[in-house]
């Protein structure tokens, strides 16, 4: 949260037509076409020079509509992303394994949590976005929608997942929008760590017993294919790539941070002793990088479309969750009714909680303030 918050717009102001904050609009009332022209090209300026944008600057709606939906998925992702992993905290191994994955289960929530926060400067709601995840309008990482059917599939997931996301996820710190460049410093950190828990899981599981050995194979065997569709459709079939380069939201096309990611695994895998399952894979001395097989894409639209191993259950559990800890948030909310002057905390009931306070503390707070 701290690292969402932490910075106030303090480099520039671009504008004051929507300096209250919020879903303002790119022409706001009563604003004249040259206005909006100077809006948009201050916009632009601070874009091109490199500038972070912040939530009561003046930015185009399409710009402010392209981040609440990359945020959200990314916040939804880290979320549904716990239930894969949690799976298997009962089950760990050892003490010292399950109190890593544990820690690790619970910076993805942290993750979520930094990053509805920061999709909320945009003038959403955390209730809103997750309305829209459980009701199937917003999407999630389809790597979710995945079994982890052993324990070396936490392994693999740290390795390659983790990996994966790092790899997207580091030029995303310079992101133009500020919430959201900032948030991403702290969530690179814990995946670092997530990565390289993943790692040396595997190494000890591939230096182990021969059963243990295969068993971190058939892992990596599994998730390698869908880890290098975590990067998005290839540059020339994807639909927001040019935009959102433009805006300096992503700094690197989805070809090239995939590629990114082969030439990062090739010598890692071989330290692990364990193989990637594509005979395609070879150094091309021309590329400085590596080449590697094709990826089968319908696989993906697959899962995308809903029909991937877990989607179901993933949906539902999720659900379930939301209605079994809807009493958590209406005590939050109580409580901060209850220990804020009602006249200082206009957000208190739609940020705190998905409900609004109970009438009895709400009368509390009549009573005090
Ligand atoms: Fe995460
Ligand atoms: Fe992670």
């Given at each position: 949260m701290a690292a969402v918050t932490a910075h106030q717009t303090t480099q520039k102001t671009l504008g004051t037509a929507n300096a209250a904050g919020g879903a303002g609009s790119t022409a706001a009332a009563g604003e004249t076409d040259a206005a909006a022209a100077d809006h948009l090209a201050a916009f632009d300026a601070a874009v091109a020079a490199d500038e972070r944008i912040e939530p009561r600057d003046w930015m185009p709606d399409a710009y402010r509509a392209t981040l609440i939906r990359q945020m959200a998925q990314h916040a939804h992702s880290e979320i549904i992303g716990m239930q894969p992993e949690a799976n298997w905290i009962t089950r760990a191994p050892s003490l010292r394994r399950k109190a890593i994955l544990m820690a690790k289960v619970q910076d993805e929530a942290g993750h979520g949590l930094y990053l509805y926060s920061a999709a909320e400067t945009?003038?959403?709601s955390r209730e809103e976005l997750l309305d829209k995840l459980h009701a199937g309008r917003q999407r999630y990482s389809s790597?979710?929608?995945?079994?982890?059917?052993?324990?070396a599939d936490v392994g693999a997931i740290g390795w390659l997942v983790d990996g994966a996301a790092i790899t997207n996820q580091v030029p995303l710190?310079?992101?133009?929008y500020g919430p959201y460049a900032r948030a991403m410093v702290r969530i690179c950190k814990e995946e670092s760590f997530h990565q390289r828990q993943g790692y040396e899981l595997l190494l000890a599981l591939s230096r182990g017993t021969e059963a243990q050995h295969a068993m971190a194979q058939d892992a990596v065997n599994r998730w390698w294919w869908p880890s290098l569709m975590?990067?998005?459709?290839?540059d020339d079939a994807s639909s927001h790539s040019e935009q959102s380069m433009a805006w300096k939201?992503?700094?690197?096309?989805n070809d090239e941070l995939r590629r990114r990611f082969v030439d990062i695994c090739v010598p890692q895998a071989e330290a692990l002793g364990l193989?990637?399952?594509?005979?395609?894979?070879r150094w091309n001395e021309e590329l400085g990088g590596h080449d590697f097989g094709a990826i089968d894409w319908s696989e993906f639209q697959e899962v995308l479309k809903g029909?991937?191993?877990c989607n179901e259950q993933r949906i539902t559990q999720r659900r379930r969750a939301h209605e079994e800890g809807a009493w958590v948030r209406d005590a939050a909310a109580a409580y901060a009714a209850k220990h804020a002057p009602a006249q200082t905390s206009p957000r208190t009931p739609a940020s705190a909680s998905a409900s609004a306070p109970t009438s009895a503390s709400a009368q509390h707070v009549e009573e005090t303030a």
């Open positions: 945009l003038g959403t790597i979710f929608n995945y079994p982890t059917l052993t324990w710190c310079r992101c133009s975590m990067f998005g459709p290839p939201i992503k700094r690197h096309s193989e990637l399952p594509d005979p395609d894979i029909n991937g191993p």
